[in-house]
């Protein structure tokens, strides 16, 4: 597996006001490490991710199923390995008070939940006080707690800490989680801009 899906914690940035979204990926030393350019404004999501930002290498995709879905799924590939990594499956109604996101294994067999952790401040957030208070995911798999991805508050970008330093055994993926940070920067942060 690629080097750079071995960190234990990343920062992803992506700008606010801006006609694509570039998303990028900075290790624990602040060293770029991927690289993503969304095409605005398309039916069907379809994000590559890039070793950097000349987009030479290819190392990940993330893509819907379908056109339209409030419940969509979204397959992640290393594309580098041309491998079904897993996909993301986003819980449609459930997601309305409080967003919340199925991560299934390579043959879409659910092996984890990525959720808000609070309905209180879900529901602040949607009713209220919108961007103005960052979002906050844990990602399980069964009861155990592997990831934590925690937004900052900025006026000029969104910014998301994806922390797996608790998971250890490397229980999960971290192209999946990878993938989850970019779904929620790309869906679940432009809704709340």
């Known amino acids: 597996m690629n ?7 990343y920062l992803l940035k992506r700008q606010v006001f801006a006609l694509t979204g570039k998303f990028r990926f900075y290790d624990p030393m602040g060293n770029l490490v991927m690289f993503s350019e969304q095409k605005m404004f398309k039916l069907r999501e379809d994000i590559r991710v890039y070793s950097d930002e000349s987009k030479s290498q290819e190392v990940l995709s993330v893509k819907a199923r379908q056109i339209i879905d409030f419940a969509a799924a979204y397959d992640v590939v290393d ?3 041309n491998q ?13 008070l409080r967003d919340e996101w199925q991560v299934l294994d390579a043959n879409d067999n659910q092996i984890g939940v990525l959720f808000e952790d609070s ?5 602040l957030r949607r009713f209220l006080l919108g961007s103005w208070l960052p979002q906050n995911y844990d990602l399980t798999l069964g009861e155990m707690r592997v990831a ?3 937004q900052n508050f900025n ?4 910014e998301l800490n994806l922390d797996f330093s608790m998971d250890i055994a490397h229980a999960l993926d971290r192209r999946l989680g990878i993938a989850a940070g970019i779904l929620l920067a790309a869906v ?6």
């Open 79 to 81: 594309t580098a390995m």
């Open 119 to 123: 309905m209180g401040l879900a529901l």
């Open 84 to 96: 079904k990594v897993g996909a993301l499956r986003r819980k449609g109604w459930s997601s309305i």
């Open 188 to 193: 679940e942060g432009r809704q709340s801009n």
């Open 155 to 158: 006026l000029f970008r969104y």
């Open 3 to 9: 080097p750079i899906f071995q960190h234990p914690s």
């Open 148 to 150: 934590d991805l925690r």
